[in-house]
């Protein structure tokens, strides 16, 4: 019996039904192409977690040899794990070497200048910033006094703007944020607006001027450091908690929003300041550091009691790497090589135009995930129909920020019901495009 026979057209949308009798000349072909990539892709799956247990076994032996100096790669990650020391292992987790501040104490944020040619660490506990010189660790490092004009004030974050400028975040003290030039002389101080512990983690927006910051409460602040004016704040965040380390998203000057950790999660915030997605793990609820993977679609967070390192897919929040980096309550930083910033390299080009990509795995068992971009912030619903026209679940019906981003459906209708085997739709609305594609889910 043919699909258009036993459905009657009248009960269809108009929409489907010329996908409904698209759907009978290609179904047969359909399936059984799909069960070969079913196969397929179980047999990689399947290898993809042999492999993942490898680098994880990997990851506790791969130490270089002795004498080896190993070089730093575009997405090496750096750990600041306290004692005065910063680790450095590769995306799969492999140890790579440690830096070695002298007169231990904490460590806490660190970061690239734009050239990449330099490491800034922080030594939080003597409130200076310790540069290290890429690629060669047993030279002596370069070393700024920020406790000379904070005393006190505890080296917290740091960010370069494009001319290499850096700015300072300070905790305590008299909770100033400091500038300073390339070569290290202080530019400027900026007597910020606090909450709770003074200009702690922040990022500087992609005009140069704009420095988005925490004060570990629930307050986004910002301030302009070209008018040296506070400006209105940017968002304050639900609930109790204190909020760490913050990182602007495309285009880079709020209106992409922005990732923060905030202890028992990470929240994702639209350019309103509202909370449009998280990023956790069971059992972890000391989110701290958190920065953007070079690949513009990733960001790398840090849960400051367990020692774990995990790389979570922005779009998605599916974790794509972690690994733990020490026995807990040592690490209070992460950066990378090649890291995006909003003043040093926009993340990821905001789209020029609507799009609803295929989904993919397709055909897919038990979940596929369904891409969209948006060149502007704006409304969007994006839904799952069956063959009868009926609508079974809606995965998306909110406003979202311009960029691209991911959703997941795991094959189960509004009520959590799996569905059976079949042809099923996905029908995205927005502003600038409505579109619907078909997708086959084989059991």
Known sequence: MKFAEKLSTSDQPSWLQSLVNETETITHRTVAKGLDQMKHWQRHTKWSYVMAASLVAIAAIGQPAAGEEPDWQRGDVFLAVGDGSYNIYDRAGNFKESLQQEGGGYTSDCGFSPDLSQLVTTDYTHSRLVIFEDGASGLAPQIIETGETSAGGHAGAVVFDEAGNLFVGHPDGNNFIHKYSPSGNLIETYDVEVEKRGSNWLDLAADQSTVYYTSQG?????????ARAQ??????????????????????????????????????????GD???????????????????????????????SDQVVRFHIGSGVVQGSFTAGGGNTVFGVCLKGEITAAVQSATALPSVYGIAQNAPNPFNPETQISYQLPEAGDVTLSIFNLLGQQIHTL???????????????????????VSSGVYFYRFESTGLT?????????
């Not at 909020?243 to 992409?256: F, H, I, M, T, Y």
């Not at 979202?400 to 981003?405: K, T």
């Open 218 to 226: 629930r307050v986004i602040y910002r301030y302009d450091a070209t």
């Open 231 to 272: 400006l209105t704040s940017f968002a304050e965040l639900p609930g109790d908690g204190n909020a760490q380390a913050v990182r602007l998203l495309a285009p880079g000057d709020g209106s992409g929003g922005l990732l923060v950790a905030d202890g028992v999660n990470v929240k994702r915030l639209d350019e309103r």
């Open 275 to 305: 909370v449009v997605m998280t990023y956790d793990l069971p059992g972890r609820d000391s989110w701290f550091a958190i920065n953007l993977d070079p690949d513009g679609n990733s960001v790398w967070a840090t849960d400051a009691e």
């Open 396 to 418: 998306v019906s909110d406003h979202r920020s311009a960029g691209v981003h991911t959703v997941t459906w795991s094959g189960r209708d509004a009520s959590g019901q799996a």
């Open 435 to 443: 579109e619907t594609r078909r997708m086959l889910l084989l059991k």
